[in-house]
């Protein structure tokens, strides 16, 4: 495989020989931030993806904002997850372009294409109008009126 293709890649190798690689590549947004493949044996050919995690993977989603996102982290996660079966044997972590990795880490989500949820809509749009009256919602009315209508 091309290195150049990919900025900082995670190696995981189990004792049953399957390896997990997770792999940053440059086109990186913060939805698609990790690329994670299956790989058995030694051969590429039997390499396939899996899933696309976003940047926080790996990060406690209560202040996720607070925390430094990273293939670091991710690691961790996994290793707090290891199977009892087939436990982890190594773990390596790759950077082949430290400037672009950095700068990706370093970047906030707006840039790279994350969307802002929140949505300044101007308050004069639903100032009260001529046509909508506030009406009570319940109104009790005395008993002789409730039984005979």
Do not use: C
Not at 53 to 78: C, D, K, V, W
Not at 81 to 96: A, L
Not at 112 to 130: A, D, H, T, W, Y
């Amino acid at each position: 495989m091309n290195k150049s293709l990919v900025i900082a890649r995670l190696t995981i190798t189990r004792t049953d020989g399957k390896t997990t690689i997770v792999e940053v590549q440059p086109g990186a947004t913060f939805h698609a931030f990790y690329h994670v493949f299956v790989q058995d044996g030694r051969r590429w050919s039997t390499k396939r993806q899996v899933r696309v995690a976003s940047r926080n993977e790996g990060l406690m989603a209560i202040n996720a904002h607070r925390q430094t996102p990273g293939l670091e982290a991710f690691a961790e996660r996994i290793a707090v997850f290891k199977s009892v079966s087939n436990p982890i044997t190594s773990m390596k972590i790759k950077i082949f372009k430290k400037r672009v990795y950095r700068r990706l880490l370093a970047a906030a989500p707006e840039s790279l294409g994350m969307v802002k949820s929140r949505v300044n809509i101007p308050m004069e749009r639903f100032s009260q109008r001529p046509h909508m009256v506030p009406k009570p919602i319940a109104v009790r009315l005395p008993l002789s009126e409730a039984r005979h209508p």
